[in-house]
């Protein structure tokens, strides 16, 4: 592991020891590929993911901002489709920029508050 993963590794434990996702306000959290991006909503209560997106069920074209949005959007109608409102987020560990607020971004655009 080289130090950049540790970083990351250290910085999503110190943020997963203060944040937590119920059932009625689940943890939307963000993996970032090289290629693609992944969202899901979890609760941790029951240990369960209660919906996801990805880049590869949307379908995107454009460059990894535009198919991230495409992403936020995707995981905000999926959310709302489940009766979820309000989420948690999580960014995994990852620096706010980039696909990551992208993603938040578009969310919050789509009817997401966090």
């Known amino acids: ?20 996702g119920t059932q009625d306000r689940p943890r939307l959290t963000v993996f970032r590929s090289n290629k693609q991006i992944y969202a899901q909503l979890i609760d941790d209560v029951e240990q369960r993911t209660l919906c996801s997106a990805s880049s590869l069920k949307v379908d995107a074209k454009g460059t990894k901002k535009e198919q991230a949005a495409l992403v936020g959007k995707e995981i905000a109608r999926v959310a709302q489709e489940a009766g979820i409102k309000q989420v948690v987020f999580d960014r995994n560990g990852y620096l706010y920029h980039g696909r990551i607020k992208e993603l938040a971004d578009a969310a919050r655009e789509a009817g997401l508050s966090f």
Request: cysteine-free; hydrophobic content about 35%.
């Open 1 to 20: 592991m080289n130090q950049k993963q540790f970083r990351r590794l250290r910085i999503k434990a110190n943020v997963r020891s203060r944040i937590s």
